[in-house]
């Protein structure tokens, strides 16, 4: 079974920061999936990982398999980028982190 | 195109009742899987459908079920609700089969259940 270790848990930062979030894993994996929630609950999909590195806006997201360990970077951050991000990884069937609580203040 | 619909968004059932959830994929997507999300445990993955057929499984017990239609539209039920139970579920719908591989899967805005 895969364990999904996120960190940091909770985030505070001002409008404008670099943010970096982290996500280790257990157990080799086909994908990383980069999810982000806001509050009431519906799901985005982010970023879809097997290796190296995808930038999408002020995102990045980066992997490296050897080490089981991946990033996501949020540059410039704005108040709208305050939501849970998650971390999920498997072949058949997601297994989840914790997810990480950003909050953006202006 | 319209995205994954759950039906219905918000219900209230007592213990011991069943109840059952909707799930309509995008269009052309023929895989859906199923996630319970509650403040304790986090997502967990339930299990996922793909061409009418049940491809692997969470850890779950066998109170959760679910089902796939020929129009890829999958139901989950859950018999003899618990207070447990109360929680966001989730379905999401792809492409190909392998919830959760190199596959990116776009999630509805869930069913949020609650057990009283």
């Known amino acids: 079974k895969n364990e999904v270790e996120q960190s940091p848990q909770n985030l505070t930062a001002q409008e404008g920061e670099f943010i970096t979030i982290n996500c280790s894993y257990s157990?080799?994996?086909?994908?990383l999936h980069w999810l982000q929630q806001h509050p009431g609950g519906g799901i985005v999909s982010l970023f879809m990982l097997s290796s190296g590195k995808k930038k999408h806006g002020r995102l990045i997201a980066t992997i490296n398999i050897q080490e089981k360990h991946s990033s996501l970077h949020i540059t410039a951050s704005h108040p709208r980028d305050s939501a849970v991000y998650i971390c999920a990884v498997g072949a058949d069937g997601l297994t989840f982190g914790k997810g990480t609580h950003l909050i953006i203040q202006p | 195109k319209a995205g994954v619909t759950q039906t219905p968004r918000y219900l209230i059932k007592t213990r011991g009742q069943q109840v059952t959830l909707s799930c309509s994929p995008i269009?052309?997507?023929?895989?859906v899987s199923w996630y319970q999300q509650t403040p304790g445990q986090g997502l967990q993955f339930l299990f996922e459908y793909f061409s009418e057929t049940q491809r692997n499984k969470g850890n779950f017990p066998g109170r959760f079920s679910g089902r796939q239609f020929s129009n890829s539209r999958s139901e989950m039920n859950v018999s003899t609700l618990e207070l447990g139970d109360s929680a966001l579920y989730l379905c999401?719908?792809?492409?190909?089969?392998?919830?959760?591989?190199?596959?990116?899967?776009?999630f509805g805005a869930g069913s949020r259940l609650t057990v009283l």
């Open positions: 999401a719908s792809s492409l190909i089969a392998g919830a959760g591989g190199a596959n990116v899967l776009t």
């Open positions: 157990v080799g994996i086909s994908a």
């Open positions: 269009s052309g997507h023929r895989s």
